[in-house]
């Protein structure tokens, strides 16, 4: 009898996972991919929901945002994640792919804050930057020295060549990869931010949005600034060995690694959870997960996981989400979310 149980609720669980995409397999493990910015706070979650639960602890992949939002955005069916994480909002593009995949219920959840910081070993002298000096150092193309409105491919190698001010040493950075979230919040943020000081470059944006942004978002590939791909541990690593390298990367890892290294201030503002939750740190971003609807109740455990991420023992003021680098949002925020989690409300795309 025990047994014809155990068969009818196998045939029923295939069934509802047919229903949902054909071909796929049936699984009890929670399948999140995505930002390496928000994989550390989406393991202390997974692994505590594990424990504390009857549900298999989830398994994580840190794939970047963009990597996660394309494997997310592929399909409905237990062969596609569940969840992804992202260091940035979901794009309009990536919305609509999804939709165009059956994709169509998705649930936004914003989990709190983050600072992109540009940091280097604690044995150097700590940087102090502008984001028009970051944006010079690490611009493809930039303003011509001579003061002319014209743009000419990067020819500043040392920092002290773009302000005397400025080390006497080679400008060797450290970053993401164009798939990571981290990538693309911070040209949009920090490159973009410097880039606009020049009002004959901002003026080109009402003419020509597509030039704007190649101009703003586009990263030298001279040698100065080296993709390090998804793993910041790795760039944490090379940053401690070499006093004359700079690594961008989420502030949840500076504080993983406070006693190698240090941020630099960007525009006289040291990155804290202070400065960051009240952007006054000019390189503050917001951190989200996102869920397929259509996979609750198909795949055990997905409604329980939001449960436990978004109480307030998890990302609330004295959660512990926060020990490992979390900005909480206000309370407010927090609790319209959850409450947005809870009914699993889906994007409309008219939030883009």
Not at 244 to 254: Q, V
Request: proline fraction near 6%; aromatic fraction near 8%; glycine fraction near 10%.
């Amino acid at each position: 009898m025990i047994k014809l149980k155990t068969a009818l609720a196998s045939v029923a669980l295939a069934g509802s996972i047919a229903a949902v995409s054909t071909p796929a397999m049936a699984r009890d493990t929670i399948n999140i991919v995505g930002s390496s910015t928000v994989y550390p706070f989406a393991t202390v979650v997974a692994e505590r929901f594990g424990r504390n639960t009857d549900f298999p602890t989830p398994k994580l992949e840190s794939t970047g945002s963009g990597g996660g939002l394309k494997l997310f955005c592929e399909g409905v069916g237990t062969q596609h994640p569940d969840i992804t994480n992202a260091s940035r909002r979901i794009k309009k593009s990536e919305f609509e792919r999804c939709q165009a995949n059956g994709v169509e219920g998705i649930t936004e959840v914003k989990i709190g804050a983050d600072g992109i910081v540009i940091a280097n070993s604690k044995d150097a002298d700590q940087m102090d930057l502008t984001l028009e000096q970051v944006f010079l150092a690490l611009a493809k193309e930039v303003p011509n020295p001579d003061g002319s409105e014209e743009l000419v491919a990067n020819p500043y190698q040392k920092w002290s060549d773009i302000d005397s001010s400025l080390p006497n040493r080679e400008i060797s950075v450290m970053g993401p990869p164009p798939t990571s979230g981290t990538r693309d919040a911070f040209v949009e943020i920090a490159m973009e931010g410097g880039c606009k000081q020049y009002d004959w470059i901002a003026a080109i944006k009402k003419q020509d949005k597509s030039q704007y942004k190649t101009i703003c978002h586009s990263m030298r590939e001279d040698g100065p600034f080296v993709e390090a791909g998804e793993n910041d541990n790795l760039i944490v690593q090379r940053l401690a060995q070499d006093k004359d390298t700079l690594g961008i990367f989420g502030y949840s890892f500076l504080m993983e690694n406070e006693g190698q290294i240090q941020a630099s201030m960007i525009n006289g503002v040291e990155p804290t959870p202070d400065t960051i939750a009240d952007e006054e740190y000019p390189v503050a971003r917001s951190l989200f997960f996102y869920v397929k609807n259509a996979h609750v109740g198909v795949v055990p455990g997905i409604q329980e996981y939001l449960a436990e991420f978004t109480s307030e023992g998890a990302w609330g003021d004295n959660g512990y989400l926060v020990d490992v680098g979390l900005i909480p949002n206000p309370r407010g925020v927090r609790m319209k979310t959850a409450k947005a989690a809870k009914n699993l409300k889906p994007l409309t795309g008219d939030e883009l």
